[in-house]
């Protein structure tokens, strides 16, 4: 019996030795199989990973691309500055540290100390920082300190076309104008630096660091030219000097393409310093929120983010959609009494004497409201906001700045006789300048309206083309027959009419006048305005310009065309367009 139970229990030992065996070996087998799936199928994860712990990342910022005029000159760039962090698991001498950056920064010993002692995989101390200072830190050669050069925006004509360009932020990022409209364009890459670290943190010298250099951002070439603006804006703050204005814009623009040469609107800020309003503001009891708020309104570029009534300017629409209907002819005639009455509304004209018999041509010289209210109503409410529509006034011009306002306009429905005529004339609806003159351009260009731009080009750090831009067109807006009657109509608005003071001997000018009351009209403030272009027949430059709240004399013919005349007869020679020779006056012996 001892013997059976004796092979019975070592039968039993050697099943629970397999058992165990087996076991094993399962355990073993799965761990090799876990193994072999982390370090085959899973190593560039944990290699990744690995790297992360031992690895510190330090960006390197791309250069922002420069934006040029149409010359080649330079109107944004970079600066070399630098940014100041700190290694908390890499600094030796803490106090030396701290001592030095209060030193050399200008920042308090808490903020020093605070940023010194927080542990992280770095903390940054400042931004934008001058290259000279960050080269003196780095002279230092204090372990934990670092220095990265980094770009800062610059301006070299500090005001110049301020509302245009726009500006960046702390972060190199646009904030208003061109430089957040080409963002994509101008940005570029950024690069980084690549630090190996071991268990505590501390650099390996011996390995060094491993750089991903960054890509530049590419250039924008403009339209816009230095020379043209630089002259605009000098006429804008001088008649604003004159007529103790509020502000004064000017925009001069190609009517056959929409490149725009100069747009001023002054005053204007300094682009080095946007923060720090342009006025003797005292700001010292203003909450942040009204700060702010006073900054956003110093930004506006009141070409493109404002609307206004254009007031005797938009006769130009009046007259292009009443001889594109057939409505009225150059030969029509009219009598005016000094007013019209519309409904139980009298309605004056600026004589209050009135103009008496007249041509539609002679209407048009003599800037008269009775005969565009009779034109107005000859089309009907329904189809003068036809034409609304098919000349592009109620949709915004698509120019490549931020922030374009729309046309405030009655809904057709709400449009009676009155209103309609006040339409006809330029009050009791609103559009932005930029849209005016896109209209205008449409209308006197042969009937083709244009997107109105400043980007032309992008190119590479180089020079060499990278990109042409391109803008949308719509041709039929008017007939060439409409455009052409439209165009001698307005030349003789200023050769014979109330714009005669934009006449220059030598130049067909065309033009038109407006003198606008702003809301409400007990407060007597005045918009004084002129749109002019050149040639009259074929024109290459239109310009205009406003003036808002003008004291004394008010008027658009009086103040507005001479700045038009006097930029013309600068700008036309400059654009390679010459003055035609005005035979002399003979006496017969």
Known sequence: MRGVFMRKNKTANKKKVVVIFFLCAGLLAALAGRLVYLMVFRSDY?????????????????????????????????????????????????EEVISMLVKELGISEETARKRVETVSSIERVKTNVDKEVGDRIRSYGYAGVKVDEDFKRFYPYDELASKVLGFTGGDNQGIIGLEVKYEDVLKGIDGKILTTTDARGIELGEIGESRVEPVPGYDLQLSLDINIQEYCQQAALKVMEEKQADSVSILLMNPQNGEIYACVNVPEFNLNDPFTLNTDVDTSGLTDEELQD????????????????????????????????????????????????????????????????????EAAQNSCNPVFIEVGLRLGAERYYDYFRQFGLLTRTGI????????????????????????????????????????????????????????????????????????????????????????????????????????????????????????????????????????????????????????????????????IRDIFENVLPYLGIRRAEVPEETTEQ
Not at 314 to 334: N, P, Q, R, Y
């Open 294 to 361: 006073l900054r956003n309104q110093m930004w506006r570029n009141s070409c493109i983010n404002d609307t206004y009534e254009p007031g005797s300017t938009f006769k130009i629409i009046t007259m292009s959609a009443g001889l594109e209907e057939g409505v009225v002819t150059t030969e029509d005639t009219f009598s005016c009494p000094g007013y019209k009455i519309v409904e139980d509304r009298r309605i004056r004209c600026h004589k209050r004497t009135g103009h008496g018999a007249e041509t539609f041509v």
């Open 46 to 94: 944990y290699s990744e990973r690995a790297d992360d712990l031992h690895e510190r990342e330090r960006d390197i910022k791309a250069a922002r691309g420069e934006i040029l005029d149409a010359n080649g000159t330079v109107l944004a760039s970079n600066q070399t500055v630098c940014t100041i962090s700190v290694i908390h698991s890499q600094i030796e001498q803490p």
């Open 400 to 563: 490549d700045l931020p922030g374009e306002a729309a046309t405030i306009m009655h809904d057709p429905e709400n449009i009676g006789q009155v209103e309609l005529a006040t339409i006809s004339f330029g009050q009791s609806f609103q559009i932005t300048p930029i849209q005016l003159a896109t209209t205008v351009s449409s209308l006197i260009n042969g009937g083709t309206r244009v997107t109105p731009h400043f980007g032309v080009r992008v190119l590479d750090s180089d020079g060499n083309l990278v990109k042409t831009l391109e803008y949308e067109t719509q041709d039929g807006i008017v007939s060439e027959e409409t455009s052409a009657t439209v165009r001698m109509i307005l030349e003789s608005v200023v050769s014979e009419g109330s714009g005669n003071n934009a006449y220059i001997e030598g130049y067909t000018i065309g033009g038109k006048t407006a003198t606008s009351q702003t809301l409400p009209r007990s407060a007597n403030r005045y918009i004084s305005s002129f749109l002019g272009f050149a040639p009259a027949e074929e024109p290459t430059v239109l310009g205009l310009c406003i003036i808002n709240d003008p004291q004394g004399v008010y008027y658009g013919g009086t103040i507005a065309a001479p700045v």
